[in-house]
C-alpha cells in the first residue's frame, strides 16, 4: 500500500495549525504538530530541537514574552513528502514593549499521517518600538 501524497492543502491545514500555536502561545499545542523524534532546526548552525518534548520545552521558552501574534504563511511547493513555505510573523516583545516582524521559509517534511517528522527553518527579523 502506498502512502497517501502529500497534498497543498494538508501543508496549508498544518500551517494554520502551527499558526494557532504561536498566536495562542501554546507549546502542547505545537509539539503536537511534530512526530516524536522530529528534528526542527531553527537555526542552521545550531543542533535541532530534538523531538517533540525539546520542542515543547523551546515553545514554552520562546513564546512566553510575546503578545498580540499574528502568524501568516502561503505554501510555495509540495513535492513528494515536503512542503517548502513562506511564512512572516509579528508580536510585541512583553518584557520590553518592542514589536518585532519576522520573514521566513520552512522546509517540511512529513509523515504519512500528516505530522511533520522534520522542520527547517530560515528568518530575518526586524525590531522597532
Same mark, same amino acid.
Given at each position: 500500500m502506498s502512502a497517501r501524497p502529500l497534498t497543498k492543502a494538508a501543508v496549508e491545514a498544518w500551517l494554520a495549525r502551527y499558526g494557532e500555536a504561536w498566536e495562542q502561545r501554546d507549546p502542547q499545542l505545537a509539539a503536537a504538530l511534530f512526530t516524536e523524534s522530529a528534528p526542527y532546526h531553527e537555526m542552521p548552525f545550531d543542533a535541532p530541537k530534538a523531538g517533540r518534548a525539546g520542542i515543547r520545552e523551546y515553545w514554552a521558552q520562546v513564546t512566553a514574552d510575546h503578545r498580540n501574534v499574528r502568524f501568516d504563511s502561503q505554501v510555495?511547493? *509540495?513535492?513528494?513528502?515536503?512542503?517548502?513555505?513562506?511564512? +512572516?510573523? +509579528?508580536?510585541? *516583545?512583553a518584557s520590553s514593549g518592542a514589536r518585532v516582524e519576522l520573514d521566513g521559509a520552512f522546509v517540511l517534511s512529513f509523515d504519512d499521517s500528516g505530522l511533520c517528522s522534520a522542520l527547517r527553518e530560515w528568518w530575518h527579523v526586524r525590531t522597532g518600538p
Open positions: 510555495l511547493a *509540495v513535492d513528494g513528502r515536503t512542503g517548502v513555505a513562506h511564512w +512572516s510573523a +509579528s508580536f510585541n *516583545v
